[in-house]
């Protein structure tokens, strides 16, 4: 009698389990469709939004720019381009960078190389934050520095504020106090428009990089340096 109770219990579940299958709601395949590509797009989206999060936690944070004072942050991949550069050019623990009016490639060799002997030299005194590494500078004073700043580094790296001659000119004074004599590395970004100062001034030469702002300046901008680079930087641009 078990057995068969059994068997009777089994058919009845059998017969309730058909029957919810039968009152299931079924999608018509145009409707199943278009779900089936809703959820592709929300995991797309989800995606998506992930690795944002992902690229947005390797950016590095800075203060606003004050168009006051001629600022333009680099986008992440200039500023970690030439970052990298100048670690590359770091081949010893006597090594130090100065850092000309570019607070964004300051804030990114610290990230890519913390332990880089580095100093900032800005007019802008909420780098001030920096510390030790932070010193005050007024283009306009070029060699109004500490003394102990003085043919004190092997890369120096610069961005004049402005696009004018005279500016070039006082920063091109400032490179030449702060840069060892013989082998330092010199790195200058600025517009297209100052080549022929760049290499009147400093001997710099353009390389086929070419920089960008998160801004998205008007001007073209070029990076320019007293050594060859190889195949870095998009190596030196052939002369026409």
Known sequence: MEEL???????????????EDDDRPMLSSQALAALQEFLSEQN???ETAQNKTESDSDEVALVSEDWRLSQFWYDAVTAETVA???VSLCSDSDSRVACIACPTLYAYLKKIRPEVSA???EYDMRFEQYGSDFAFYDYNQPQDLPLELKHAFNVVVADPPYLSKECLEKVSETVSFLARPGDSKLLLLTGEVQKERAAELLGLRPCGFRPQHSSKLGNEFRLFT???PGTRLGGWE???
């Open 84 to 86: 990298q550069e100048a």
């Open 5 to 19: 109770k059994e068997n009777k219990m089994h058919l009845k579940n059998d017969d309730v389990e058909v029957e």
């Open 238 to 240: 052939q002369e026409n």
């Open 119 to 121: 100093k900032i030299l």
């Open 226 to 228: 007293n050594y060859g």
């Open 44 to 46: 797309q989206t989800s």
